[in-house]
C-alpha cells in the first residue's frame, strides 16, 4: 500500500542536492566534499544500484569508448589493465570511489527527482521525488543535476512497417533480457551506431550468424584495449602521476584527432578507410559498407577495441548489409532491394533517446521553465534559473573531462556566494541564443535538440568541445561575469531581486566572436563586475592534469 505523501513544509533540508548517482554525480560528490568539507549534501538516484548509464546498460559486450586515463576521475587512478573497460568494471570503479571518499552513505537509491520549484522568497529549492513508497519532498540551497541526457525510460524506436507480424524476439539494446539465450540463433542488429559495433562482436561467438543491418554507414576506428606505455608507468611511477601522465596523453591525442578531423578531414577519412581496409582486404566492401557521406565527427567515431569487429567479419560470422528496410514480415525484414533476412532474433540498436536534466520539470516563482528557450552559462547553469547547475560531457571526448570541470566550477561558485554572503546566484543573458547545445548531426541529438538550452557565440555563453580551454577558461573563470547575486540578507524581502525566466532579457550579440573551439575568444562579453585574484589564481597546468 502506497504511504501518504508528505508536504513540501516537511521536506528534509541540505546546502546542496545532486542528482544521480553515475559517474557525474559521484565524482560532483566527491570534488564537493574535496573543496568544500563543511556542505551538507545529499544524493538523490532513481535507481535502486550506483552507476548510472553503467548500471542501465546491461546488454552483451557493454563497454566504454573512450579510453579509462580519460573516463576515469583525475583523483583516482585507473588500475585495470584494459584501457577500453567493460561494462562491469566501469560500474564497480564508480562504486569503489563512492566508497572511499564517503560517498555512499549520502545516498538515497530509489528515489526519482520529477520536479523541482524555487522559491525566491526563502532562496531554496523544492524537489519532488517518487518512491516505492510514495511522494517525497526535500529541499535545498543549491541543485546541481547530474543525471546526464538519456531517457532511462525509453530508448528511440522507428515505426516499422509489419512489426506487430514478426515472430521471433524483439530486443532493444536499452531493456537487454537477462534470459535471453542467442546461441545458434540467426541475429540481425539493426543500426551502425556505437551499440550495434558493440554488440555484435559478443553476440557472433555464440550465434549462428550476426548481421548488422544499416542504412548508412559510420566512420569507425581501431584502439588497444590495453596500453604497454601504462603498463611501464605504473611500474616506475606512483599510481597518480602515472595516471596524471596518461590522462594528459590521451586527452592531448584525442583533441588533436578532433581538430585534425574539422581542419583537413580528408586526410582523416583516408586513415579511417586505410584502418577497414587493412583489416578487411576488401576495397568494393569497405567503399560500400564503411564510406560514409558526412564528415569525421560530424557524428560521434565509433570505437573498435582491437579490431574485433573486423575480426568478427573476416570469420564469417558477422556480416554488414547497406540498405533500407522495407517491411519488418514473420521471419525477419524484407529490404527495398528485395531481399528478405530471416532472423530468430532481431536486436532494435536504432539509438537513444534524450531529454535534459533528466526530464524533469523546473519552476521559478510559480513558473514553468522551458529549458528549449534558455541559454547555456559556461555550458552548466540556465539563464534566469537560480541556484542550479547541470552536468553535461564532451561529443568528441570522454564525458568525465567536463564533468569533473563542471564539479570543480560549482564549489568555486559556492565558495564564492559563501564569502561574500550571497543567496542566490542566476545567470543574465547577454547574448542572442542561435545555436544549438550539441554540435553533432547524429540522429539521437538531432531528434530532441528543441528540448535543450541554446548557447550564444560568445563567453560565458557558449558550450565549448575543447577541453585544453575548458580546463583553464572554466577553472580561472570571472565568477561574477554575467552573474546577478543577491545577499542572503535581503533574501524575502527581495524577491524580486531574482530574475525570472519569463522576463530575462536577451540582448543582441553585436560583435559576435568567431565560431571557433581553437583559440581564446577575445571580445568576451561584458562582466557585471569583476571577480577578485583569489577566485583565479590556479595554475594552467595544474588545471589540465588534475
Given amino acids: 500500500m502506497t504511504q501518504p505523501t508528505d508536504s513540501p513544509g516537511a521536506a528534509e533540508h541540505r546546502d546542496v542536492i545532486i542528482v544521480g548517482a553515475g559517474l557525474s554525480g559521484v565524482g560532483a560528490a566527491c570534488r564537493l566534499q574535496q573543496e568544500l568539507p563543511g556542505k551538507d549534501y545529499l544524493i538523490l538516484e532513481g535507481r535502486e544500484n550506483i552507476g548510472g548509464t553503467w548500471d542501465l546498460f546491461r546488454y552483451p559486450g557493454i563497454r566504454s569508448d573512450s579510453d579509462m586515463f580519460t573516463l576515469a576521475y583525475p583523483f583516482k587512478p585507473w588500475r585495470n589493465r584494459k584501457s577500453i573497460a567493460d561494462g562491469d568494471s566501469i560500474r564497480d570503479y564508480i562504486a569503489e570511489a563512492a566508497r572511499e571518499y564517503g560517498v555512499t552513505e549520502r545516498i538515497r537509491f530509489g528515489s526519482r527527482v520529477v520536479g523541482a520549484s524555487w522559491d525566491s522568497a526563502t532562496a531554496r529549492w523544492t524537489v519532488e521525488v517518487t518512491t516505492a513508497q510514495g511522494t517525497r519532498h526535500y529541499s535545498c540551497s543549491f541543485l546541481f543535476m547530474c543525471s546526464g541526457y538519456y531517457d532511462y525510460d525509453r530508448g528511440h524506436q522507428p515505426e516499422f512497417a509489419g512489426r506487430e507480424d514478426y515472430a521471433g524476439t524483439w530486443v532493444h539494446p536499452q531493456f537487454w533480457p537477462e534470459d535471453l539465450d542467442h546461441t545458434g540463433k540467426r541475429i540481425v542488429v539493426i543500426g551502425s551506431g556505437a551499440t550495434a559495433v558493440t554488440l555484435i562482436p559478443s553476440l557472433a561467438g555464440d550465434a549462428e550468424h550476426v548481421t548488422m543491418l544499416q542504412r548508412s554507414p559510420s566512420y569507425l576506428t581501431v584502439l588497444p584495449s590495453t596500453d604497454p606505455v601504462a603498463d611501464r608507468l605504473r611500474r616506475f611511477l606512483p599510481a597518480r602521476l602515472a ?64 579490431g574485433d569487429f573486423f575480426t568478427a567479419i573476416n570469420k564469417g560470422t558477422a556480416s554488414v548489409i547497406t540498405d533500407h528496410i522495407d517491411r519488418i514480415t514473420e521471419r525477419g525484414i524484407r529490404l527495398r532491394s528485395g531481399t528478405e533476412l530471416e532472423a530468430d532474433v532481431i536486436v532494435s540498436a536504432t539509438g537513444l533517446s534524450l531529454k535534459p536534466l533528466g526530464g524533469m520539470t523546473i519552476h521559478v516563482d510559480g513558473e514553468q521553465v522551458d529549458i528549449g528557450k534558455t541559454v547555456t552559462y559556461r555550458g552548466l547553469m540556465l539563464s534566469g534559473v537560480p541556484n542550479l547547475a547541470f552536468c553535461i560531457g564532451y561529443v568528441n571526448a570522454s564525458w568525465t573531462l567536463r564533468a569533473d570541470l563542471v564539479a570543480r566550477y560549482v564549489p568555486r561558485l559556492l565558495g564564492l556566494m559563501d564569502r561574500e554572503q550571497y543567496a542566490v546566484a542566476t545567470p543574465v543573458p547577454a547574448v542572442s541564443p542561435d545555436r544549438p547545445l550539441l554540435d553533432l548531426q547524429s540522429g539521437y541529438v538531432q531528434r530532441s535538440a528543441h528540448l535543450f538550452p541554446r548557447q550564444g557565440r560568445r563567453e560565458p555563453w557558449r558550450l565549448r568541445q575543447n577541453f585544453f580551454l575548458d580546463a583553464i577558461g572554466l577553472g580561472r573563470a570571472d565568477l561574477r561575469q554575467d552573474m546577478s547575486f543577491t545577499p542572503a540578507s535581503a533574501v524575502g524581502a527581495r524577491s524580486a531581486a531574482v530574475t525570472k525566466p519569463s522576463v530575462a532579457g536577451i540582448a543582441v550579440d553585436r560583435a559576435p566572436a568567431p565560431d571557433s573551439d581553437t583559440a581564446p575568444d577575445s571580445d568576451t562579453a561584458p562582466a557585471a563586475a569583476t571577480a577578485p585574484a583569489t577566485d583565479t589564481d590556479t595554475p594552467a597546468l595544474q588545471e589540465v592534469t588534475s
Avoid at 596518461?246 to 586513415?271: D, I, N
Avoid at 559498407?289 to 560521434?300: A, G, I, K, V
Fill in 243 to 306: 595516471h596524471r601522465l596518461l590522462r594528459l596523453q590521451y586527452v592531448t591525442l584525442t583533441q588533436a584527432f578532433y581538430q585534425l578531423a574539422r581542419r583537413r578531414p580528408e586526410r582523416v577519412k583516408k586513415v579511417l578507410r586505410g584502418l577497414a581496409l587493412r583489416f578487411l582486404q576488401d576495397e568494393s566492401y569497405v567503399d560500400e559498407h564503411f564510406t560514409p557521406s558526412y564528415e569525421p565527427w560530424d557524428q560521434r567515431l565509433c570505437v573498435i577495441p582491437e
